[in-house]
Nanobody, 117 residues
Framework: QVQLVESGGGLVQAGGSLRLPCAAS????????MAWYRQAPGKQRELVAQ???????NYADSVKGRFTISRINAKNTVYLQMNSLKPEDTAVYYC???????????WGQGTQVTVSS
């Protein structure tokens, strides 16, 4: 089992920045990858950024060059640094962990990000 706690959401003007931390606890040694997803009203949940246990990162085309995912192993925390935010980035952001041989997926409770124009 993996528990995930997100924070750092809020209201920001277009062009601004936010950093979203996600703290993991539990079976963290068997985590294969961690990621951030987002879901806007009326839309499907989509992958924003992912980082594997080996440090390989992957980004949605819509956030490349603006968002950065990073990990501090000693703190069991993953960060999503979001710069040059746009109104279309408004969504609930969810932290995700892919754990174990059978690829169990765990989710945080979500944090709201609102970007005003």
């Amino acid at each position: 089992q993996v528990q995930l706690v997100e924070s750092g959401g809020g209201l920001v003007q277009a062009g601004g920045s936010l950093r979203l931390p996600c703290a993991a606890s539990g079976s963290i040694s068997s985590i294969n990858a961690m990621a951030w997803y987002r879901q806007a009203p009326g839309k499907q949940r989509e992958l924003v950024a992912q980082i594997t246990s080996g440090g390989i990162t992957n980004y949605a085309d819509s956030v490349k060059g603006r968002f950065t995912i990073s990990r501090i192993n000693a703190k069991n925390t993953v960060y999503l640094q979001m710069n040059s935010l746009k109104p279309e980035d408004t969504a609930v952001y969810y932290c995700n962990a892919d754990e174990g041989y059978y690829r169990n997926y765990y989710w945080g409770q979500g944090t709201q990000v609102t970007v005003s124009s």
